[in-house]
């Protein structure tokens, strides 16, 4: 893995130690993301899309596209988190791979990166992710985007701590506080990880995770950059809170 955010998939207890409890931690549902892709691929005439799911995660939304009728290849850093996905999707080829620099060759119909592009906090590593997306899609392929948006990720990032507490399959209760804090166009987030076993032992991690959220018209400029058309930022779809973009484009004709 080259890019740095592809690295911290590795250190980040959320994408690896505590890959399990990702499922549990996020909850929000699938549906108006998954419906929002697919009637604009339906409405492109693509009922069986070739879907790249960039940074699936543990691969629900690749799943619910699945359900749908569309045939989805599964592409993230974290093994763990792959590795839940290819388990949910046990149809569909995974791919241990940088968004940045990725090893994978081949032409999709359309490509989904969702809650992904947050984590590229250099231009370089977004201009090069967007970059290999235009190699990757066929032509007028479609790419469909969520990231967070800048100004109410700023009004967001309250320097309050968060708890959620939640029971994993092995009897175990994990306590994950998040405390998000704006700092020159970054959410830099303090977490802390408790692990309580079923005996009683526990453990601590203690991480600090860095976003950069998206300006409207640097999401228009770094597509048009990298060869889209038709860039359209919409109001995030599926979300709890409106810090997030829903982003639609043309790949190259
Ligand atoms: C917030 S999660 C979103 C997961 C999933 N798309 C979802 O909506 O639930 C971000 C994902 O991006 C992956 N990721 C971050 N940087 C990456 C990179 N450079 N290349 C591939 N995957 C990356 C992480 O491993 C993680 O699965």
Same mark, same amino acid.
């Given at each position: 893995?080259?890019?740095?955010?592809?690295?911290?998939?590795?250190?980040?207890?959320?994408?690896d130690?505590?890959?399990?409890?990702?499922?549990?931690?996020?909850?929000?549902?699938?549906?108006?993301?998954?419906?929002?892709v697919?009637? #604009? &691929?339906?409405?492109?005439?693509?009922? @069986?899309?070739?879907v790249?799911?960039?940074?699936?995660?543990? %691969?629900?939304?690749?799943?619910a596209?699945?359900?749908?009728?569309?045939?989805?290849?599964?592409?993230?850093?974290?093994?763990?988190?792959?590795?839940i996905?290819?388990q949910?999707?046990?149809? @569909?080829?995974t791919? $241990?791979?940088?968004?940045?620099?990725?090893? &994978?060759?081949?032409? /999709?119909?359309?490509?989904?990166?969702?809650?992904? *592009?947050? +984590? &590229?906090?250099? +231009?370089? =590593?977004?201009?090069?992710?967007?970059g290999?997306?235009?190699?990757?899609?066929?032509? +007028?392929? &479609? *790419? /469909? *985007?969520?990231?967070?948006?800048?100004?109410?990720?700023r009004r967001?990032?309250?320097?309050?701590?968060h #708890?959620?507490?939640?029971a994993?399959? %092995?009897?175990?209760?994990l306590?994950?506080?998040?405390?998000?804090?704006?700092?020159? %166009? $970054?959410?830099?987030?303090?977490?802390?990880? =408790?692990?309580?076993?079923?005996?009683? @032992?526990?453990?601590?991690?203690?991480?600090? /995770?860095?976003?950069?959220?998206?300006?409207?018209?640097?999401i228009?400029?770094?597509?048009?950059?990298?060869? /889209?058309?038709?860039?359209?930022?919409?109001?995030?779809? %599926?979300?709890?809170?409106p810090?997030? *973009?829903?982003?639609?484009a043309?790949?190259?004709?």
């Amino acid at each position: 893995m080259t890019s740095r955010s592809a690295r911290i998939t590795t250190e980040r207890p959320f994408y690896d130690l505590h890959a399990d409890a990702y499922d549990a931690l996020i909850t929000d549902p699938v549906e108006p993301w998954v419906d929002a892709v697919d009637d #604009r &691929l339906r409405a492109a005439g693509l009922s @069986s899309a070739t879907v790249l799911d960039a940074g699936c995660g543990t %691969g629900r939304h690749a799943r619910a596209l699945i359900d749908r009728g569309h045939r989805v290849s599964l592409l993230d850093a974290s093994a763990r988190l792959l590795a839940i996905a290819g388990q949910r999707c046990p149809d @569909s080829p995974t791919h $241990r791979d940088d968004i940045c620099a990725p090893k &994978l060759r081949g032409r /999709f119909d359309a490509i989904a990166c969702r809650g992904v *592009l947050n +984590d &590229l906090v250099s +231009d370089e =590593e977004r201009d090069a992710a967007l970059g290999s997306f235009a190699t990757l899609l066929g032509d +007028d392929g &479609l *790419l /469909f *985007l969520d990231v967070r948006e800048a100004v109410e990720a700023r009004r967001r990032a309250d320097g309050q701590w968060h #708890r959620s507490e939640v029971a994993l399959n %092995g009897g175990e209760t994990l306590t994950f506080a998040s405390r998000p804090l704006w700092r020159t %166009g $970054r959410i830099v987030v303090e977490e802390r990880y =408790e692990l309580v076993n079923r005996d009683g @032992s526990s453990s601590v991690h203690d991480y600090v /995770f860095e976003m950069r959220p998206w300006e409207r018209d640097e999401i228009t400029s770094r597509l048009t950059a990298a060869g /889209f058309s038709e860039v359209a930022t919409l109001q995030g779809v %599926g979300r709890r809170t409106p810090d997030r *973009l829903f982003v639609t484009a043309y790949g190259l004709s």
